[in-house]
């Protein structure tokens, strides 16, 4: 019987041809939708994911200051008179100049609000100017006092604290290593439920690779298994003046797809 149309394609089919007497190895031929059978090895993907935990070793206070003004340079010397204030309470505290850091400086004119009955206004009625800087902290106990001195000194765009690992390559290394004894053990798994064993490793990827190629596996990919890429936690929000802070533990993550053949 004929069947017409792309109906014949909606499913995709899997064929093994188990080997005959004498034949010596066993194939997979896989269809897809708008591809025809290919003839193929066997082979299994695996995604491997590492995870290392370590406490943070440096704290970094942020803060900026906005002023606005009729006129642009009255804008200007205001932030900069602001900005003072909070860098000599910053100095006030024995933080350096080198643990100080311009993060972004910004200008821009002010317009009014908009009116439905006139439609938007172009008439610039004022400038604003905004200026942010970074505290790089090794003692991590003093960032809710470098937070405060921020605050109470003038910082009104915002102030945060975030904390980070200086040293993250050894500790990202052996989350790679990790990574690639999870992929081997789910591979291994696997194929010994199906009664496989791994062969030779055909490919491996940093990452959760989705684009494995025929040329990586000698077949068409018909399935992945894995898991989700994890993610550095995002820094905590600023805590109130006077509030306790504390950096918690971190997780540095690797994630790796291997392919191997199967005997």
């Known amino acids: 019987m004929k069947i017409r149309g792309t109906a014949a394609l909606m499913l995709a089919a899997l064929c093994i041809a188990l080997p005959a007497q004498g034949a010596a190895k066993r194939t997979i031929a896989v269809a897809v939708e708008g591809t025809p059978l290919v003839a193929a090895d066997r082979y299994v993907v695996m995604v491997g994911e590492g995870e290392v935990k370590a406490m943070p070793d440096t704290a970094v206070v942020s803060g900026g200051v906005v002023t606005k003004a009729r006129d642009a340079s009255d804008a200007l010397h205001d932030n900069a008179q602001a900005m003072a204030k909070v860098i000599a309470a910053l100095k006030a505290l024995g933080i350096t100049d080198k643990q100080i850091a311009t993060s972004s400086i910004g200008f821009q004119p002010v ?25 790089t902290l090794s003692d991590l106990s003093r960032a809710g006092e470098v937070l405060d001195a921020l605050i109470d000194n003038g910082a009104n765009q915002y102030a945060s604290i975030g904390f980070e690992i200086k040293d993250r390559a050894a500790l990202e290394e052996k989350a790679r290593v990790e990574a690639g004894k999870d992929a081997l053990k789910r591979a291994m798994a696997y194929a010994g439920s199906v009664g496989a064993e791994l062969g030779t490793v055909r490919s491996i990827r940093e990452g ?19 898991g989700a890429l994890a993610r550095l936690p995002s820094p905590p929000p600023p805590p109130p003046p006077g509030t306790m802070v504390q950096a918690g533990e971190q997780t540095i993550s690797a994630t790796v797809t291997v392919v191997w053949a199967l005997k």
Request: aromatic share 12%; proline share 9%; net charge negative.
């Open 111 to 135: 317009y009014p609000p908009y009116d439905p009955k006139t439609g938007q206004s172009n008439k610039v009625i004022g400038y604003q100017v905004s200026n942010s800087l970074r505290v």
């Open 208 to 226: 959760m690779d989705s684009s494995i190629s025929a040329e990586d596996i000698g077949a068409f990919p018909d399935r992945y298994v894995g």
